[in-house]
């Protein structure tokens, strides 16, 4: 648990719970910046003097806490209220949460007009302990008499925010209110001095709170629609997903069809619209790296990308669009993987809501696959690849919302990509899917660790019905600064992956990483106990069995939606897809500098010609993998809408009319995705599918 330590001329009591807590550090008043922390602590101790004065030599007059709260560290208790980071006030520091108006009521001179230093018996009662205790704790204050209104008090007693009150011990508090929270549970000030008590009870009902912030943030990323697909689940599960030829359809990070010769195709598409908005260089960037790692997940070699744009029409839209074609360009060239289709259309429906679509393609050995999963007790996780930041916190979150207002607060929910890192991932994989040496790989995606470790698990425990579940160590995660618990499990730094193997195989997975110059750590393992237990240091911060995880469902209204009339104009400029290596690999027979919406690649390891054919319904590509004498393996569909609540009757319908079509031609759905909320104050975009479909030649 980080705890930074608020420190004003005059404290008093700032090193004594420097040296309470294990892990903390000062906060100077002049400090604006919010430092990354768990815990924030305004400590007790003459806060300027409890003066109020131009400067410390002049006139001055008597006013705990309002010096302090003129004083620029308030931007930062401020900022840390709107991340929602516990903060407790000790003596002095309960007095100015309270001036700050974070707190209610008031502190008065006690009754008998001073200062007062013993140990008293108080009562603890709040919703993170079992029973209510009594407890010996230190004061020390002059002005430590708690008053408030009866009406306001009746509003706590009903929130339950008092926490904590006086039994031996009478200063003329309002019914020996010694301690009180905010209706949130995550603002605290008290008068007692656990700093100086000699017990560790405090800290572990401190550590309490900060742990519920981590509940909190858990459950928003898991209730989340870019990870429950709550909206969408119950007509994604009715989809044509059969064959005789396919190997993994819909659930794994990619679908996977044979193709003879002991040899498959890996495919997979997604979206990155939201992040290309706020910053199109990264957005798209990440986005390329995004798909490719879920392809070498799956121990595949990619060897194809598509990239499918939509954009408006207006001047910042115009800005928009040459650097997110530098983005897909730089990654992709980069880690050497050919860019040989796509499409790229315009219209003013997209002003607010751009899409930018990758779909990717890769290669594999059918004996080297490998599937997101944990299958035994006691295996380990492996994480590989960039260390850990600040990048991408919350970005599931904030994909799962519609954008309300400036844009501007949402630039830290972006990732930042480095290719060349995601090259040195690409081999190091590659080389343990031909060694055979793990049991499950994932990549770190949407949710980060958290969402990671979960999925690996589940998959686990649907797949040999045992009681599977794992431990999670924070403290053995590579980070890049100092971060919260929330931000090392849910972060969205790329270019990280995890890996389960078997203790056997642990030394070799490491010598392949050292060859690649990649950074690695052993950071969990595998249990089976049926529990998701996170660990910092030996001490469990979060614990709950998988099967209490939660996985919202939502049934919106199905209306009919209401289509805007916005022109939708092609864009055919090829000059814009010669910034792409379209060659790179030698198997593009043909590519995106030939018109016509297909590509045809070699696959000389089995002698047969991969057709790729893209567009807005079935019926495009069905009757162009036709044209081109192909036999259909399948496809992947990117499911591109508004706002649900207006969206969920044009997202049946045509969920529906694709499913029948892929019955009626038996060609299966290997995967896809769905972005939602592509809508701006209330107005969301016209529905938008992108299908890529996959057959080999006859």
């Not at 209706?183 to 656990?194: L, Q, S």
Request: proline fraction near 3%; hydrophobic fraction near 35%; aromatic fraction near 10%.
């Amino acid at each position: 648990m980080k705890v930074g330590i608020i420190r004003y001329p005059g404290s008093n009591c700032d090193y004594d719970m420097l040296n309470y807590f294990k892990d903390s550090f000062f906060v100077w008043h002049t400090e604006t910046k919010l430092p990354q922390m768990d815990l924030l602590i305004i400590p007790g101790g003459f806060a300027f003097g409890d003066r109020i004065y131009d400067t410390a030599t002049s006139h001055y007059e008597i006013s705990p806490g309002e010096m302090a709260v003129k004083s620029p560290v308030t931007k930062i208790i401020m900022d840390a209220v709107d991340k929602q980071i516990p903060i407790v006030g000790i003596c002095n520091g309960f007095q100015i949460l309270i001036k700050m108006g974070l707190l209610p009521g008031k502190l008065l001179l006690n009754k008998d007009s001073k200062f007062n230093c013993k140990i008293v018996n108080c009562n603890l009662k709040s919703k993170y302990l079992d029973e209510n205790i009594n407890i010996d704790i230190p004061i020390a204050n002059s002005y430590g008499r708690y008053f408030i209104e009866d009406e306001a008090y009746n509003s706590m007693i009903l929130n339950d925010q008092i926490f904590l009150r006086y039994n031996d011990f009478n200063n003329g508090s309002y019914k020996d209110i010694a301690g009180v929270c905010n209706k949130e549970f995550n603002i605290y000030g008290m008068m007692p001095h656990p700093e100086r008590s000699n017990n560790d009870y405090f800290i572990n009902f401190f550590r309490k709170i900060v742990y519920n912030r981590i509940d909190k943030d858990i459950n928003k990323i898991m209730c989340s629609e870019h990870v429950s697909y709550k909206s969408t689940s119950k007509y994604l599960s009715k989809l044509y997903t059969e064959g005789e030829h396919v190997v993994q359809g819909p659930g794994e990070n990619a679908g996977i069809v044979r193709i003879g010769n002991g040899y498959c195709i890996a495919i997979r598409i997604e979206s990155h619209n939201h992040p290309v908005f706020i910053n199109p260089y990264q957005g798209a960037a990440t986005g390329v790296g995004g798909i490719l790692r879920d392809i070498f997940t799956m121990g595949a070699r990619p060897i194809a990308l598509l990239d499918f744009l939509r954009f408006g029409k207006d001047e910042y839209n115009t800005n928009l669009i040459p650097k997110t074609i530098k983005g897909i360009s730089d990654y992709g060239n980069c880690v050497g993987v050919p860019n040989v289709g796509g499409d790229f259309y315009r219209s003013d429906v997209y002003n607010n809501n751009p899409l930018v679509n990758i779909a990717c393609i890769g290669l594999v050995k059918e004996s080297e696959i490998i599937y997101g999963n944990a299958l035994n007790k006691d295996s380990v996780i492996i994480y590989v690849g960039s260390k850990t930041g600040r990048e991408g916190v919350g970005g599931a979150d904030m994909a799962s919302k519609s954008f309300t207002g400036d844009i501007e607060k949402l630039k830290d929910n972006i990732q930042t990509g480095d290719a060349f890192l995601g090259k040195l991932l690409l081999e190091a994989c590659n080389e343990i899917a031909e060694e055979k040496l793990a049991e499950g790989m994932q990549d770190l995606g949407a949710g980060g660790i958290l969402c990671a470790t979960i999925e690996l698990v589940e998959r686990g425990r649907k797949k040999t019905q045992l009681e599977l579940g794992c431990d999670v160590f924070l403290d053995k995660v590579p980070t890049k600064t100092r971060l919260t618990h929330s931000e090392i499990l849910i972060s969205e730094s790329q270019e990280r992956m995890v890996i389960i193997s078997e203790k056997k195989n642990v030394d070799k997975i490491f010598s392949i990483f050292k060859k690649w110059d990649l950074e690695y750590s052993v950071i969990g393992k595998i249990t089976d106990n049926s529990q998701y237990i996170v660990y910092d240091d030996n001490t469990i911060i979060y614990s709950t069995y998988f099967s209490d995880f939660n996985y919202p469902k939502i049934d919106w209204d199905e209306q009919e939606f209401d289509y805007s009339n916005h022109e939708l104009d092609k864009i055919k400029d090829t000059k814009l897809w010669e910034e792409y290596d379209s060659m790179v690999g030698c198997r593009t027979i043909k590519g995106p500098l030939d018109s016509g919406s297909y590509s045809i690649l070699n696959i000389y390891e089995t002698g047969e010609k991969l057709v790729i054919t893209w567009g807005s319904n079935f019926d495009i590509c069905y009757q162009e993998i036709i044209n081109q004498n192909a036999k259909p393996l399948g496809l992947v569909n990117c499911l591109n809408f508004g706002h649900p609540k207006k969206s969920m009757g044009a997202f049946k319908t045509l969920v529906e009319e694709l499913n029948s079509k892929c019955k009626k031609h038996k060609i299966p759905i290997l995967g896809g995705n769905v972005s939602l909320y592509n809508s701006t104050n209330d107005i969301s975009i016209d529905p938008t599918i992108v299908l890529v479909m996959i057959g080999i030649l006859v």
